[in-house]
């Protein structure tokens, strides 16, 4: 499925209230951004701040595992759904 920004953005809403609830995850992801708190609710509304999130979750297969199965998502759906935000366009070298 391809997603549009709107629909990446919506998932990538879905994984950081994910995030958000985790208390084992959430400062991994705070100490690896330097983000804090206050951002999470500011960074809601930015594509690529949403990307970022999207990003960090899917560095360890078992946390896209995880996130995925809390949100009833394909695993291969925060992939398509990050080619979708900013900065997560294919890069072709050719």
């Given at each position: 499925m391809g997603y549009t920004r709107e629909s990446a953005e919506t998932l990538a809403?879905?994984?950081l209230s994910w995030l958000a609830g985790n208390d084992d995850l959430l400062p991994v992801f705070l100490g690896a951004t330097g983000a804090s708190e206050t951002?999470?609710?500011s960074g809601a509304s930015d594509a690529a701040f949403l990307g970022s999130v999207l990003d960090f979750v899917m560095m360890d297969d078992a946390w896209v595992v995880e996130a995925c199965?809390?949100?009833g998502l394909a695993y291969t759906s925060l992939m398509q759904a990050r080619m979708a935000l900013p900065g997560g366009e294919q890069v072709n070298w050719t």
């Open positions: 809403l879905q994984v951002d999470l609710k199965d809390a949100a």
